[in-house]
């Protein structure tokens, strides 16, 4: 069975980088041919996808970011993460780690907020 679970603070100040860990379980994230991405939802909007990283490492970023999203991956932990840099309070939202669209995390809501 497989699972994801988002953590990071809950709390982030704006101008400073947002970083979540997902961590997988049941599967590696090496396992081909999965990829494996970041979503968010923002209260009151839709979801939005941020960036992606594939089985063999291979990430591509969402252009809506304007290259202050970057997504890598810690093999040896089983584990992706996102980073969003330079956050205003508009980065609020629920962020989900997501395996292709069909396994989700549960989500998790980070404030940016001083």
């Known amino acids: 069975q497989v699972q994801l679970q988002e953590s990071g603070p809950g709390l982030v100040k704006p101008s400073q980088t947002l970083s979540l860990t997902c961590t997988v379980s049941?599967?590696?994230?090496?396992?081909?041919?999965?990829?494996w991405s970041w979503m968010r939802q923002a209260p009151g909007k839709g979801l939005e996808w941020m960036g992606v990283?594939?089985?063999?490492?291979?990430?591509y970023d969402s252009p809506s970011f304007k290259g202050r999203a970057s997504i890598s991956r810690d093999t040896s932990k089983n584990q992706f993460t996102l980073q969003l840099s330079s956050v205003t309070p508009e980065a609020t939202a629920v962020y989900y780690c997501?395996?292709?669209?069909?396994?989700w995390g549960q989500g998790t809501l980070v404030t940016v907020s001083s």
């Open positions: 990283i594939d089985y063999r490492g291979t990430t």
């Open positions: 049941g599967v590696l994230i090496t396992a081909s041919p999965y990829y």
């Open positions: 997501v395996r292709g669209l069909a396994v």
